[in-house]
């Protein structure tokens, strides 16, 4: 180690790190930050040895500094010396400098360091050969997520925790079998059979309900949950059942409407290019290529596109210059591509093309009744559209939509699927006036990936080679140019790679 890396340049570093800093702090992975502030800290340089020992109203800190490392914006690694001469980093941060994306990077060092203790507690016979929470471009793996390999002989545990976060831990599932898949081909010598998933308190019921869908044959679970205290505990897949979902009552808006109002419907559903679509609550909505411009109730018609306003029989020519001028907008064939209204919603868009043409989608499809977004998934936006339609034979088929790529997509799919699956058990599709007329198959439903061919994320096939083999999933893939139709390029069953 030269002067430069070594206390004599960490003591320089340091120096300058707190005379141009106005809100340092220090940080050890695994433990809260430490203020510097005037008086709470001691920078000792001694013999050749070099100190710095800070202290708030609870904590107390002090540690021998051997070496410095990785200096930034806003960010200061220093090599500290442990018991036993085992070495470990701290950091000086300055929250002035660093932001918003220096607040993530230290609260990421401080969780995977809570990480390595729930590790090293739950598997106390297993080595921890590798601990990261670096990101990954090339497997496609986020640095939201620590992520580890333990090691006993000749045998291997993939291991991965869920933030605390919002949405964190509905992601993580993704991005652990990822993890997984990866190190079962690097670590060809190690037979890595089974993933550990670590999930807060708050995440562990929904992110266990996937685990009871995945090929128990190619990977074993275990799951954890970790409390605020600090300790975890072992979860049972099996006591997760009972799935967080609803199904509405399907209200119907025909012989209630009022007879104005129906009729503004009718003049303005005979439009080119206008769709009207039924929604659950008896409501329908007035769309162009799906964007909605008119919703009509059982007693007025609402219209606009980012407000709406109650309208009356003069509006009503207005209303239809405002399809005609989205019709435009919006059409495949527009010179402006770039403008807000054709670029919005694509999603919406390819929704409309597969509720227009679903026999171009998949042939057995029936035509009607095809319902969108039933039942809703709780936890914000998803990004991905969800429609569900009955084949010929009476078996229901959940349609997926994804208008780019988007490496979530067959977990996301998966949310959806499994509710679905809870309500045909349960016998409520029929009981609450879906697929009137219809006798449904209480077989599970078919799973329908559908993207633009070059959409899917590389990483979908590693992701569908792990769901379970009774999931009858196909992805199907679309010309460039489906805003003119979905017409299929290719149909791929389950994980299998294109020809």
């Known amino acids: ?12 570093a340091i120096v300058r790190f707190l005379e141009r800093g106005r809100a340092p702090a220090l940080l050890e992975p695994g433990e809260a930050e430490y203020r510097l502030l005037p008086g709470s800290y001691a920078l000792d340089w001694r013999n050749g040895r070099l100190t710095i020992q800070v202290w708030d109203e609870r904590r107390n800190l002090a540690r021998r500094i051997v070496g410095l490392g990785a200096e930034s914006n806003g960010k200061l690694e220093l090599t500290i010396e442990r018991f036993g001469k085992r070495q470990g980093c701290i950091y000086l941060l300055d929250g002035t400098r660093g932001g918003a994306e220096g607040q993530r990077r230290s609260a990421r060092l401080v969780f995977r360091e809570q990480f390595r203790r729930s590790l090293s507690r739950q598997f106390p016979e297993w080595q921890i050969a590798e601990l990261s929470s670096e990101a990954n471009l090339e497997e496609s793996l986020s640095p939201a997520y620590p992520r580890a390999l333990l090691t006993s002989g000749a045998k291997g545990i993939a291991a991965l925790a869920a933030p605390p976060e919002p949405g964190a831990a509905a992601a993580s599932l993704t991005f652990a079998l990822i993890w997984l898949d990866y190190l079962r081909r690097r670590e060809r010598r190690l037979g890595v059979e ?3 998933l670590f999930y807060s308190e708050r995440d562990a019921r929904p992110a266990c309900q996937r685990l009871r869908f995945l090929n128990q044959r190619v990977v074993r679970v275990q799951a954890f949950v970790y409390t605020e205290e600090g300790y975890e ?4 897949a099996g006591d997760y059942g009972n799935l967080e979902t609803r199904l509405e009552t399907r209200a119907s808006s025909h012989g209630t409407v009022a007879p104005q109002v129906a009729g503004w419907v009718e003049r303005l559903g005979s439009l080119p ?14 769309r162009v290529r799906g964007v909605e411009f008119a919703r009509a109730s059982r007693s007025e018609l609402l219209f606009g596109l980012e407000t709406k306003a109650a309208a009356r029989e003069g ?3 207005e209303i239809e210059q405002l399809a005609r001028e989205i019709a435009r907008l919006r059409a495949p064939s527009a010179a402006d591509r770039e403008n807000p209204i054709y670029r919005s919603h694509p999603e919406a868009w390819l929704e409309s093309e597969v509720r227009a043409h679903p026999e171009q989608v998949d042939a057995t499809l029936e035509p ?7 039942p809703a998934v709780a936890g914000g936006e998803r990004g991905i559209l969800d429609l569900l339609a009955v084949d010929r034979a009476g078996r229901l088929a959940v349609l997926e939509l994804k208008a780019s790529e988007d490496i979530h997509l067959p977990l996301q799919a998966l949310d959806y699927w499994m509710r679905v699956v809870w309500h045909l058990e349960r016998g409520e599709f029929a009981e609450r006036g879906y697929f009137p007329g219809m006798a449904l198959r209480r077989d599970w439903p078919r799973l329908l990936l559908i993207a633009p061919a070059l959409g899917f994320h590389p990483k979908t096939e590693t992701i569908l080679r792990y769901f ?3 999931i009858d999933v196909e992805r199907i893939g679309l010309g460039v140019e489906w805003r003119q139709g979905p017409r299929a390029m290719f149909r791929i069953p389950g994980a299998q790679r294109p020809l």
């Open 1 to 12: 180690m030269t002067a430069a890396n070594g206390p004599v340049g960490a003591y320089a």
């Open 194 to 196: 089974s993933l550990a």
């Open 233 to 236: 505990e072992r979860l049972d």
């Open 273 to 286: 290019h206008v769709e009207t679509v039924e929604r659950a609550d008896g409501t329908a909505s007035l």
């Open 315 to 317: 509006n009503l020519e």
């Open 368 to 374: 009607e009744p095809i319902y969108g977004q039933v």
């Open 468 to 470: 379970a083999p009774a």
